[in-house]
């Protein structure tokens, strides 16, 4: 099969990042009989630098005629300074808006090999950790009505939550799915005893899950899922949630993992049956300016994506799962990047790590 893959490197550590995760890719291509093309665009700083806006028309375009986006970062001190409508991080809504990716699947996985790293006491991790965090992210509260107004008491300001049942039934149906092909166990999380969006959303959910029965759905409320995540993170396959309450549960859950530079990210719009999924994939962390071009950054969140990218939008399965296969037998192997060495441990670059993995492709 033949995939068109549009690459916006980005900012900071981006270019290095992206740069490995294409390695891997190829190598996936010539294993397994796929051909990847790569068309690069520009967005974030990079953009900014060329045409004086972050995400230029041309980049949408190419984006939307693609069969996937590969993202590295965007964003670095140069253009903090900038305003708003003109930060490099306005190309992430910008992209996602106009792409219609309304879901973000971030799993946060402890990998045995560097169980150090999380911040939790062993026991409490247990057997270990592997969450996907689904999290709604075209609407709710960061796209409701919003605004300032006198009231008797002085200047109020406000923002509002709204969901309709389209909003949930899209982002519960691929949370089901998701759920469907892992470990078939969904909790949603809402605060349905206090927000009527929340009380919708319930019942949206609770409608889903009777066309999946096979997926053990069941509801929690945000408060207690907050606190659920560090004191028994072993009981969670994945979780659904709405655009705020998952901006916040969704970096909770990476951080028990403790590494910032392993964890992968997909933003997925509409499936229509027979074609692919249009998604953007993407590590979660930032652009990293400060070991920017020294061959330091881990590239193993990035490569992660790109597994992540043939699963969800191109269904190659087994391809994805040599993907992770492979980071797998690296880590086990004992190679780090600085990020996630202990003390003692041999520490190699960017370049190394990505190569070691391509290599440990079967
Ligand atoms: P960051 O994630 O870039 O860096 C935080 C810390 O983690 C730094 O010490 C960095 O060196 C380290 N780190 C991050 N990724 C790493 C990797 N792959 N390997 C090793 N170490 C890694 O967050 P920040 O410093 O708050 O932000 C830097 C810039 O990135 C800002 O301009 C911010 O707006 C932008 N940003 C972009 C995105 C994105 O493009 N999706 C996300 C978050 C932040």
Not at 88 to 96: D, F, I, M, T, Y
Not at 169 to 185: D, L, P, T
Not at 332 to 350: C, M, N, S
Request: aromatic share 6%; with cysteine; glycine share 10%.
């Amino acid at each position: 099969m033949q995939y068109r893959i549009a690459v916006i490197k980005g900012d900071g550590i981006g270019p290095e990042i992206t740069d490995e995760a294409i390695k891997v890719l190829n190598v996936i291509g010539k294993k397994y009989g796929h051909t990847f093309e790569f068309q690069e665009v520009l967005a974030g700083g990079v953009a900014l630098d060329k045409f004086g806006i972050p995400l230029p028309d041309e980049t949408v375009e190419i984006c939307k005629a693609s069969d996937s986006v590969l993202l590295g970062a965007v964003g670095g001190p140069k253009w903090d300074t900038l305003p708003g409508h003109l930060r490099p991080e306005r190309a992430l809504l910008g992209l996602r808006s106009a792409l219609g990716l309304y879901a973000n699947l971030r799993p946060a996985v402890l990998y045995p090999a560097l169980a150090d790293a999380c911040p939790l006491k062993p026991e409490v991790v247990g057997k270990g950790l592997d969450i996907m965090v689904v999290r709604e992210l075209t609407g709710g509260i960061y796209f409701g009505e919003r605004g300032r107004r006198q009231t008797e008491n002085g200047e109020e300001a406000y923002d509002t939550e709204a969901y309709s049942v389209m909003e949930v039934n899209r982002i519960g149906r691929v949370a089901f799915e998701a759920a469907r092909k892992r470990g078939k166990k969904l909790v949603s999380i809402d605060k349905a005893n206090v927000l009527e969006s929340s009380r919708l959303w319930r019942e949206e959910i609770h409608r889903l899950a009777a066309e999946y029965p096979d997926v053990t759905c069941t509801d929690m409320l945000v408060d207690n899922a907050a606190m659920q995540l560090v004191r028994n993170p072993g009981q969670f396959d994945v979780i659904v949630t709405s655009n705020m309450f998952g901006d916040i549960l969704s970096d909770e859950a990476s951080m028990i993992t403790g590494s910032i530079g392993m964890l992968p990210s997909a933003s997925l719009g509409d499936s229509v049956e027979g074609k692919n999924t249009l998604g953007m994939y993407e590590p979660i962390h930032g652009s990293a300016p400060d070991i920017a071009g020294q061959n330091k950054a881990n590239p193993i969140a990035t490569i992660l994506s790109v597994a992540m990218m043939l699963r969800y939008s191109f269904g190659l399965e087994t391809e994805a799962l040599a993907i992770e296969n492979a980071v797998n037998a690296v880590l086990d192997q004992g190679l780090r990047t600085g990020d996630i060495a202990a003390k003692g441990d041999t520490v190699v670059g960017t370049v190394e790590m990505g190569e070691a993995i391509a290599k440990a492709i079967v």
